[in-house]
Structure formats: C-alpha cells, structure tokens
C-alpha cells in the first residue's frame, strides 16, 4: 500500500501533485512519481495565478478531510506542480479519512 503522506506526533505532511484547469475540484487517487514517490492526485479548476490554485487545493482538501483551511498549509512547491501540504490535526484521524478517501 502506498501513502502519500508522513505521519508525526502532531500533524501529518500529505505529497500532492496538482493539475489546475484541471475542470473540476476533484482528488483523483494515489500514484507514484518517477522516483517512486507516493503522492496524492488532485486537480482544481481555477488557473495557476496569484496563488488562486493553491487557495482552491488547500480548500479542497480541508473540504474532503472536514477540516478548517486553517488547519492545512503550503510548506513547499508555491509555484510548482508538487507540493507538500502541512496538515494540523490529529495524525491517525486525518490517515483514516484519506485511507477511505483514496480507496487504500
């Protein structure tokens, strides 16, 4: 099983490769990059300008987690497809809730 995501005693760190203009807001599953890296699938709709993609992405994901957007934060990849998300709650609920999101 592949887990796009690092689990510490306080928050998680969740790999996410993000298409905008992608049509829709959507998590697309788990995949491995080239390096053989788990990270999560998600696409928004919105256009990569001004951080709008980013806004939408840590929407979304707080959406489909039940989470406050406060609560997720960009630590790396602003202007890149890759990104690493910071997460502040609980490890284990949070791993539960995208286990069932992604199907894992």
Do not use: C, W
Not at 12 to 32: E, H
Not at 37 to 64: C, D, F, M, W, Y
């Amino acid at each position: 099983m592949i887990r796009p995501y690092q689990a510490f005693s306080d928050h998680l760190l969740l790999a996410v490769r993000l298409t905008p203009n992608g049509g829709r807001d959507q998590i697309d599953g788990v995949d491995l990059d080239t390096d053989g890296r788990a990270h999560l699938k998600a696409r928004v709709s919105v256009p990569p300008e001004k951080g709008k993609a980013n806004k939408a992405l840590t929407a979304l994901i707080a959406k489909q987690l039940g989470l406050a957007r406060s609560s997720i934060s960009l630590v790396s990849g602003d202007t890149a497809r890759k990104k690493i998300l910071r997460i502040d709650a609980d490890p284990e609920d949070v791993i539960k809730k995208l286990d069932a999101l992604t199907g894992s």
